[in-house]
């Protein structure tokens, strides 16, 4: 038995969170500027622009590392967004992850060998994931193929594959967040999202007192 891509299509809207420097979110704030798409190598979902979902305190303590690492003394910022995450290539979806898997074989195949593919982190390198990006990228070329000339032409009566508007994953680290805990102190959910317009909205966080 095989279940659509309806189950894709992800219903809610979702709020995510944004760290940048205050110059920049009263920009967007304002209605003068949009976010950036990210573009690293190392991009833990490939390429778009990274949102943490539900949690601004988490977008506003990694932006205040990422500029203590970078050097830079600007005063931080969060923006929020209103996300409408569209068709979803959800990491959280046993379908999502069997399209990952496909995703490796292609790039596996494409570049010739496991020695050629680029490298995950480790340790101290965690943050480092050109192997996932790689992966989620080609998941995306793969289905933008299904949807040129040459490749319907080849394929007649296929349904060519809609690109993915999001992508949306979970991750755990940051070390137990007590002694023997298998919860970590920075447990979080990203959504990367690839199609600017399922950005609704931006706002300005209410900060609790």
């Not at 279940?3 to 920009?27: C, M, N, Q, W």
């Not at 967007?28 to 490939?46: A, P, Q, R």
């Not at 319907?152 to 979970?170: I, M």
């Amino acid at each position: 038995m095989i279940y659509g891509s309806r189950y894709e299509l992800l219903p809610s809207f979702l709020i995510g969170f944004h760290g940048t420097d205050v110059k920049t979110a009263e920009k967007i704030l304002s209605g003068k500027g949009h976010l950036s798409s990210s573009e690293n190598d190392y991009d833990w979902l490939g390429h778009g622009i990274y949102f943490w979902e539900y949690s601004p305190l988490r977008a506003y303590q990694f932006v205040q590392e990422k500029f203590k690492w970078q050097g830079r003394n600007e005063k931080v910022a969060v923006v929020g967004a209103i996300i409408d995450p569209g068709l979803c290539l959800n990491l959280l979806d046993a379908k999502g992850l069997g399209y990952l898997e496909a995703g490796y074989d292609a790039l596996l195949t494409e570049r010739g060998g496991e020695e050629f593919l680029p490298k995950n982190g480790d340790g101290k390198e965690l943050w480092d994931r050109k192997l996932d990006c790689a992966v989620i990228n080609m998941v995306h070329e793969l289905r933008a193929l299904t949807q040129s000339d040459d490749w319907q032409d080849e394929n007649p009566g296929t349904t060519p594959l809609q690109s993915y508007d999001t992508v949306r994953g979970a991750f755990w680290e940051g070390g137990p967040i007590y002694p023997g805990a298998r919860i970590e102190k920075k447990n979080h959910v990203q959504i990367c999202v690839r199609n600017p317009e399922s950005i609704i909205g931006y706002f300005r966080p209410i900060q609790d007192s």
